[in-house]
């Protein structure tokens, strides 16, 4: 007997309002997106005996399934602070760096003006992303943007990974489970599931790509508060072992994309200096955005390359031999939709299945998005993902507290590592929008979130540097 999804997810409203009722606002908006996300059902999935149900997108954007876990978690939050913390609607002003969100919300209507769509195609898109990105956004934009709320969002992403952690062990043994007991159907589960050693989990998360940075970014951030000393204990857990701890898990997870960003990213994070900071910054972010435009603009053809091209064909050939064919089936498969997706570059069709032209979708998010929106889509969320990067890594706060630069710096990788990982899956982890929202804000280096200064009793509590647990 499984708990129905839809079930499942209309519960979590009331959940979620009792949440904002019960605990302080910072505290149920990290458990709403970080506990729903990791919990909830993706969405009521009509069951199918196809084995590879390319047709189902991931929650992150508008698809077949309106209700779903990252609409549910906007909404229980905008129910929690409207019935019982009004007065921050109040206080909320909008600023220059909010201008990629916007457009991202907006660009469902101009498409389905664009393509004389009906305009509820437009409207059902534009209400979509703002409650699956909009509403974490601001969120954090509003309420994490002081050191001790920064600090305090970089320990839940710790402690996310440790609870979630006994899920992944029980599926590296048994395979991934979890889900289909509770919830019944989900669709990618067995997609990759067998590994190098025993079976890839997934958890209740959509496939195991995404788990995989889901563990790498937690392991990610324990290490940076470890190395930079930004924090003693997690869980009552020295920092240091729930560092190793989570290392671990990540390479059990056996996500080889998670895995190779893991490791790009931890020296940056980790043991960077200021100006090696900002160059490698630089460079990945650059390689971020060339890499995105030659896919997107079909420039270069990755699959001829790879017959061709000596270096492009050892490195097929080897992931080949490892088992890893994904990768290069993927540049194949988005080769060909950017092929399409360049018959209407501006703003693109307008509709979710615009790749039904070309037969299997796209896997990547850029290329979803260019579909569906164009290239005013894609500079959106180009904007949105590396404008807190470069604030983070190039301008120096007013005022900042000791600890605070390194505290933002490895925030920022976390950004950045869920921005690669979009290159080539669609799955991205909407809850560390609450991240990017406080690194666009302005950062107040000893102010909670209402703009005052935090009463002494907080900031004995939150404080990065000395926290206990």
Sequence with gaps: MH?????ALLIW?????ILFRRLSLRVAILINFLAGWALLPGANYVPTPVAFPYWILPVCLPGAYFINKATVLGISALVGILCFHRRELRRFRLKVFDIPIALLCLVPLLSSI??????????????????????????????????????LAARAIVVAGILYSPICLFEWFAGPQAYAHLYG????????????????????????NQLGIWMASSALIASALWARGLAVRVLRLPVPWAAAYLLGVALLCQSVGSILLLGLLLPLACFSGRRSLRVGIALVLFGLVLYAGLELSHHIPWRELSKTNPVAHSIADNLRDLGRKSLGWRLGRDETQAAIALGKPLLGFGTWDWWQRGGT???????????????????????????????????????????????????????LMSALDSLLNGAFLLPYLLVVGGLSADIHPDQDCHGANAPALRRRRYTVGTSQG
């Excluded at 409203?13 to 309002?17: E, F, L, T």
């Design 185 to 208: 159907f989900q669709p990618y589960r067995w997609i990759g599931a067998t590994r190098y050693f025993r079976f890839r989990p997934v958890g209740f998360l959509e496939d195991g």
């Design 13 to 17: 409203i009331p959940i979620g309002a």
């Design 3 to 7: 708990l129905p999804p839809l079930v």
């Design 114 to 151: 664009a393509n004389h769509l009906a305009p509820r195609d437009g409207i059902r898109g534009v209400l979509y992303l703002f409650l699956a990105w909009a509403v974490p956004y601001f969120l954090g934009r509003h309420c994490f943007s002081d050191r001790q709320s920064l600090g």
């Design 361 to 415: 979708r796209p896997w990547d998010l850029w290329l979803l998005i260019f579909g569906m929106y164009g290239a005013v889509g894609v500079v959106a969320i180009a904007l949105l993902f590396s404008l807190p990067i470069v604030r983070a890594a190039y301008f120096s706060m007013p005022g900042a507290a000791p600890g605070l630069s390194s505290l933002l710096t490895a925030l920022a990788a976390l950004v």
